[in-house]
């Protein structure tokens, strides 16, 4: 699969091209109109609190601390890697996501679930919508990454912030596995307690959604 | 206030383990195992790579290059190195976890400090912290103390 991210600017011509192109490869850049729709909503006085279910980026704290965030840090391709965690998964997909997702003093007001839904079957991906909007404040505002090409990564990659619409994306590793695929209508499904306020398709292959938690989450779906 | 002379901080060596509470009056670093509580509010804690810590951590500045367990307070600045594994909650003024550590649960870099962490290593990295305002550039703790358990290497 490939990701025509952004092109570098340092890569344009320019008496220096030689020595930008014999430097390491930069990881892929790309713009992200999803990332730019969240932090337009973010409030510019009030503090507000984050979950992020991916690993720990020194970039996306210091990004956030300018918004006076408060972030948890759930790491979730580190839980979902252990054998227990992906065990408890299968016969109790509820139970294994209350284990390891956080309860903070209060509700969130973000989400960054990036590309955390590719990994999960329907069924988890539901049950995972369901807790985060039992976690979320009305309102709240939750973005993610869907793939809509044919084979995905092994594992969910990390993403730092490069700016407010530009996100960095590291792979973890080269090997592929079919991509689950979600349509539009079946991700809105699949994450009921949320309503789909931005919903862009990039050339490379991904939808990227922003939620937003509805007031009234309905019934949960067991 | 921090030690005014270079070099002057104690060690924690790698084949000293601390279960109980170490206090002081200079920084420290520390490459030994301790479970308890480290409190030097004024002074500087560096968990060195072969430091493994149970137990919440209280200093001007804290950097991790080694296992922490437990919740991290800082006046000034925690910095988690791309060794440092990290599972707790951390608050400080300025906080930067380098690519490759391992960090669970939250951070706080509201400017204002929190009361002090319970005594015992966090029980689940997302637990609650609480906060509460203080004088900006106040200490975080003025309780002077000693290392009161285990050996220091000079």
Known sequence: MHWPFRRNPAEGSGPRREFTQAAEPQPPLYRSPAL?????RLPDEAACSILDLGAASGANIEFFSRFRCRIQIADLPDALAGEEVRSLLRTD???????????????FD????????????????????TELARLCRPSGLMLAFISTAKEIPEAPG????ADEQTV??????TAQRPSPRLAPAEVERLVAGFGVV?????RHGVREYLFE????????RR | MASDRPGDRAIIGPSITIKGDVTGEEDLVIQGRVEGKVDLAQHNVTVGANGRIKANIIGRSVIVEGEVEGDLLAEEQISVRKSGKVRGNVTAPRVTIEDGAMFKGSI???RKAPARPPAGPAAHAAAPTPSAPVTPGAPLGQRPGEVKQGGRTP
């Open chain 1, 36 to 40: 730019k729709a969240l932090v337009a």
């Open chain 1, 93 to 107: 997909a509820e139970a294994a996501f209350r284990r390891i997702l956080p309860v903070d003093r209060e509700p």
């Open chain 1, 110 to 129: 973000v989400v960054l679930a990036w590309d955390i839904f590719n990994y999960l079957d329907r069924d988890q991906i539901r049950r995972l919508a």
């Open chain 1, 158 to 161: 990390d993403f730092q912030i």
């Open chain 1, 168 to 173: 960095l994306w590291r792979p973890r590793t």
């Open chain 1, 198 to 202: 931005h919903s862009v398709l990039m």
């Open chain 1, 213 to 220: 938690r509805r007031h009234d989450p309905g019934p949960v």
């Open chain 2, 108 to 110: 706080d870099m509201e």
